[in-house]
């Protein structure tokens, strides 16, 4: 039995970063493959229509489960929150 130490536990608490934002990697990777395979195809803004969109996860663990927002409306989201645009119909 090796004892905890201190510098141990800020490093798991490091690796609990790297991991979500792997997560996030993983998941902006598995949308570019996509959209070059064609299984995803790339929408217009669901807010304004605009074409110039980025991918938008709700969830990292459901990669190719995106929302289609402008740079503008997707900023806003975030920032805003989920409940900003109630796009999905309501359960
Ligand atoms: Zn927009
Ligand atoms: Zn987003």
Known sequence: ?????PA???ETRQSNWRR?????????LAVQRALVS???????CEVCSSDAVDAHH????EP?????LCRRHHVRLHRGGE?????RPSE
Not at 1 to 5: A, H, I, L, S, V
Not at 58 to 61: L, P, S
Not at 64 to 68: E, T
């Open 1 to 5: 039995m090796t004892p905890r130490q």
């Open 8 to 10: 141990l536990r800020s």
């Open 20 to 28: 979500s934002n792997l997560a996030k990697y993983r998941a902006h």
């Open 38 to 44: 064609g299984a995803l195809q790339k929408q217009s």
């Open 58 to 61: 709700d969830r990292y663990d």
């Open 64 to 68: 190719l489960n995106v929302r289609w």
């Open 83 to 87: 409940d900003m645009f109630p796009v």
